[in-house]
């Protein structure tokens, strides 16, 4: 089989192109440019004293060329009469001298002055955009990470957050280029009209070249999204511990190498293919315009030597010449690579335009303080978005407060599909979810979440210090030794941070300098220690002890039994052992609640529960 079978084709070779990748059109090129302003208000939101600053700058320094030919021109002629027919230099003429050394001085200093600016500037941006970024991302819905489209989308706003910092100089170089191709046209034009046309039309051309190239690249870059994230997946998965026991027991290497190496030859041809057409045309387009700087230099030194003008004129007139033809042609390539930018930029823009759609309404109430009568799910079917399977169908059930209940259930029953829904990650495809007798969507989500607990079985394992990675149950208590250390001695991680070199400060994992791993069964003590920081109304746990050894787990279910006793608590759990000491235990079957009731009663009923215990127990006799 080959690798491409195995891992799909993201590569986009045999994907829909008229899907993928946007037509190159036109109207599409100039509708991008609508993005520059938004995107100049972030500049200037970033830093706006910086902005005037380079701004003046560069129209200053843009004068400067046109006022140098300008002086140029004055000393010649002075020079050129003195010697022709001994008519004494002006009185201002040293002036003139010390005025151009002056404006090279100026203009080197400039120079450097826009360096600065344009760097602080990318500075800026790329901090209140990356801030910007992390804000919006975070306030998402939970179904937007699960979805690959999105996941590009946010990749590649990413990527532009710091690779469109480009925008920002190319916008200041634009203005500037600008202003100098405008102020050395008119010294041509003043002198002849059709000079001017001529140099214009023999650049048109390039920048039409320039930027059908510009979006062609864009397009590609688009479309190779998806499979530079398989590429990016590749090498963090041949470099992370996770990743290392595996590779090398199961001898991954090879595959992944040769996956990787597939996949990224396949771009390296698409986007040298681009170039290469890019270096024919653009050279071609290039000598067009070769030729009119020098058709109309031609012209001039003719006009010259027959007479018409005079060499001061000559010397200016082909400086303007040169200038202008290399600032016509900048001023397009710079445009063109500014509507490339622009390009890039919608999916900056279309990513910021993401709204979730779990969002606490307008006037939402507080979640209560003291919950009365509970959660209940009443007749809830679910179907995850763009999914027509429903997980779950019409379930029923009522937790009240000081209730404890555990539900059970085969694997992709749908247990953790309830924690879900009932923590409002997610809002039900039918049916109604009440806290105290009222819709959860009347609540104000962020009052709600503070009212629960939840440790999910795939909780995170944070590279921090481990009070850190128990603080994070409420931050806010980050800085309470204290309230840390009795949630770690009560869910029992007290002892394992204590073995560790450094205590409480400990950085846990492997990733920084001096940081100590925890084994399976220590990440969950610590994580359930969250819990017990968390100290809210409903603690939910979602099977996170499956990695604890039968004694710990046994003294952390009697601990959380007692500890959450008279409290609301929602427990997933495999074993019996632990379910056992629920009030009720719902039993889930294919989206349903099957069973329900305690322990004892559903052993006598005899059904799927039963049967399930009878399984396990098996094992132990
Ligand atoms: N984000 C998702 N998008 C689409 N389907 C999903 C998603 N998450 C879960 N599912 C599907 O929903 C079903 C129920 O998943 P759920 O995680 O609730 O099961 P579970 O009962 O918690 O299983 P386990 O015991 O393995 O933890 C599964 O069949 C799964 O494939
Ligand atoms: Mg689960």
Known sequence: MSTRALVGNPAGKDANPAEDIPSPRWAERLRALRNIPPVMKYVWDAAPGVAVANLTSRVVAALIPLSMLAVGRMILAAIYALRADHTPLPHYFWGLVTLEFALAGIAAVLMRVIDFCDTTLAERFMKHISVRLMKHAANLDLMSYEDPVFYDKLERARVQSTDRVQMIKISGRLIQETVTTVSLAAGIFVYSPWLLIALVACVVPAFLGETHFAFLGYSLSFQQTPARRELDY??????TKEGAKELKLFGLA?????????????????????????????????????????????????????????????????????????????????????????????????????????????????????????????????????????????????????????????????????????????????????????????????????????????????????????????????????????????????????RLPKGFDQVLGSRFKGAVDLSGGEWQKIAIARAYLRDAQLLILDEPTAALDARSEHEVFQRFSELTEGKMSLLISHRFSTVKMSNRILVLKDGEIAEQGQHDQLLKVGGHYAEMFELQAANYR
């Open 234 to 239: 590749l090498r963090l998965l041949g470099g």
């Open 254 to 498: 090879p595959f992944l190498v040769g996956r990787y190496s597939d996949v990224a030859t396949e771009l390296h041809d698409q986007t040298i293919g681009v170039a290469r057409h890019r270096l024919y045309i653009g050279a071609l387009l290039a000598i067009v315009g070769v030729a009119g700087y020098y058709g109309t230099y031609a012209f001039v030194i003719y006009h010259t030597v027959i007479g018409l003008i005079s060499i001061a004129t000559m010397i200016f007139l082909t400086g303007a010449i040169g200038g202008a033809s290399s600032n016509i042609q900048a001023v397009f390539t710079t445009f063109s690579e500014i509507a490339n930018q622009a390009l890039f930029m919608t999916d900056l823009l279309e990513f910021f335009a993401v709204k979730p759609k779990i969002i606490s309404k307008p006037g939402a109430l507080p979640a209560p303080k003291k919950i009365q009568q509970g959660f209940e799910f009443k007749n809830v079917s679910f179907a995850y978005p763009g999914s027509s399977r429903m997980i779950l169908k019409n379930v029923s059930f009522k937790l009240a407060p000081s209730e404890r209940i555990a539900i059970v259930g085969e694997n992709g029953q749908g247990k953790t599909t309830i924690v879900k829904l009932l923590t409002r990650l997610y809002d039900p495809t039918e049916g109604q979810i009440l806290l105290d007798g009222k819709d959860l969507r009347e609540y104000d989500l962020e009052s709600l979440w503070q009212e629960i607990g939840v440790i999910f079985q795939d909780f995170m394992r944070y590279e921090m210090t481990a009070s850190a990675n128990i603080a994070v149950g409420r931050i806010e208590e980050r800085n309470n030794p204290f309230r840390i250390r009795a949630a770690a001695n009560k869910s029992l991680a007290e002892q394992a941070i204590r």
